[in-house]
């Protein structure tokens, strides 16, 4: 796909446009997934997130109608967890994952949380960065995590979310991605 950008009628990555995810993107969203990750989600996951767990919210990225990125959230009173983000191979690298990122903080945010948390393979360093430059800090380790290949997990986190250092951070950032 990313070869098609800047044809005419190709997809830009300007008109990304970012929605609760419903259960006809789950084809689409299951797609990605399997392009992005070793071990996959059981195939009814999607479907018992979105439908059954009141503390879930997931979010698609579609550009002109296709899904191209998702990404999830859990929100507990002031605790808020990032169960899931990813961007479709093709469309990597133009911060659509970014915008995906965002959209699961300002939702944390509006719900309340203080602090937002995750886990990621810590070989994965293109999310760290990611993270990184959002605030996230790696503060402990979960050994042998990934039951594939036994990798260990980075909890990363960002705490302070209703401070105004952080909000500020977050607000420039934003600034930032809107120019581009
Ligand atoms: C991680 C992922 C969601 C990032 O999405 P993306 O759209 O490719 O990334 P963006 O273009 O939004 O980049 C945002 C930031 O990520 C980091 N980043 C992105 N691509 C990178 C790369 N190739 N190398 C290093 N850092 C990179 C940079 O910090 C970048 O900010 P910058 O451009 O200001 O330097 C995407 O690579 C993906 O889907 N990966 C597979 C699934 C996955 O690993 N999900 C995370 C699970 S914890």
């Known amino acids: ?14 008109d990304l446009q970012i929605a ?6 789950i084809p689409e969203v299951t797609r990605i997934e399997q392009l992005s990750f070793s071990t996959v989600w059981p195939p009814n996951a999607f479907y018992n997130e979105i439908k059954d767990n009141k503390l879930a919210h997931y979010f698609v990225g579609r550009i002109a109608s296709r899904v191209v990125a998702y990404g999830g959230l859990w929100v507990i009173l002031e605790d808020s ?11 990597r690298g133009l911060h ?5 990122l965002v959209q699961l ?16 393979r810590e070989s994965n360093l293109t999310a760290q960065n990611l993270y ?3 605030g996230f800090t790696m503060v402990s380790t979960r050994r042998g995590y990934y039951s594939d290949n036994n990798e260990n997990a980075l909890v990363m986190w960002a705490g302070n979310l209703k401070g ?3 909000r500020n951070r977050l607000r420039t950032l934003k600034e930032e991605l809107l120019k581009r």
């Open 132 to 134: 990184t430059k959002y």
């Open 20 to 25: 609760q995810m419903v259960v006809a993107d």
């Open 81 to 91: 967890h990032i169960t899931t983000i990813a961007v479709h191979p093709e469309l």
């Open 164 to 166: 105004e250092i952080y």
């Open 105 to 120: 903080i300002d939702e944390a945010m509006e719900r309340g949380a203080s602090w937002i948390t995750l886990e990621v």
């Open 1 to 14: 796909m990313k070869a098609e950008l800047g044809r005419p009628g190709a997809p830009n990555p300007g």
């Open 96 to 100: 659509l994952g970014e915008r995906i």
